[in-house]
């Protein structure tokens, strides 16, 4: 079974970092793209950043370019959304997913791409 979690959500003040991690289990050793989304109070779901394993490239949302960067451990089986320069509106609810692909190139950040979902971690960044 396909499971994705992630923890490290927290308080931060602005300008402040935080590091989440979404920990993977049940893949099997198959290649998958890991993307970060985010929810804030009244808004829709967006893409944060991916990343995939068959290559480890990584893509970023406008919002959050050169803010935020993505990691894997040794094992491709963690990775994390290291946040920087953290602002108020980074506020909000978030989650990890994961779907398994087979090409190196992917910088899809579409809710519908991803077939796993995380139950999501708390990130608020006060002013």
């Known amino acids: 079974e396909v499971q994705v979690v992630e923890s490290g959500g927290g308080l931060v003040q602005a300008g402040g970092s935080l590091t989440l991690s979404c920990a993977t289990s049940g893949l099997g050793g198959d290649n998958y793209a890991l993307g970060w989304f985010r929810q804030a109070p009244g808004k829709e779901r967006e893409g944060v950043a991916c990343?995939?394993?068959?290559?480890?490239?990584?893509h970023y949302a406008d919002s959050v370019k050169g803010r935020f960067t993505i990691t894997s451990d040794n094992a491709k089986t963690t990775v994390y959304l290291h946040m920087s320069s953290l602002k108020p509106e980074d506020t909000a609810v978030y989650y990890c997913?994961?779907?398994?692909?087979?090409?190196?190139?992917?910088?899809?950040?579409?809710?519908?791409?991803?077939?796993?979902w995380g139950q999501g971690t708390q990130v608020t960044v006060s002013s």
């Open positions: 990343f995939t394993s068959v290559s480890g490239k990584t």
């Open positions: 997913a994961l779907t398994f692909v087979t090409w190196a190139d992917w910088d899809n950040l579409s809710l519908d791409e991803y077939d796993y």
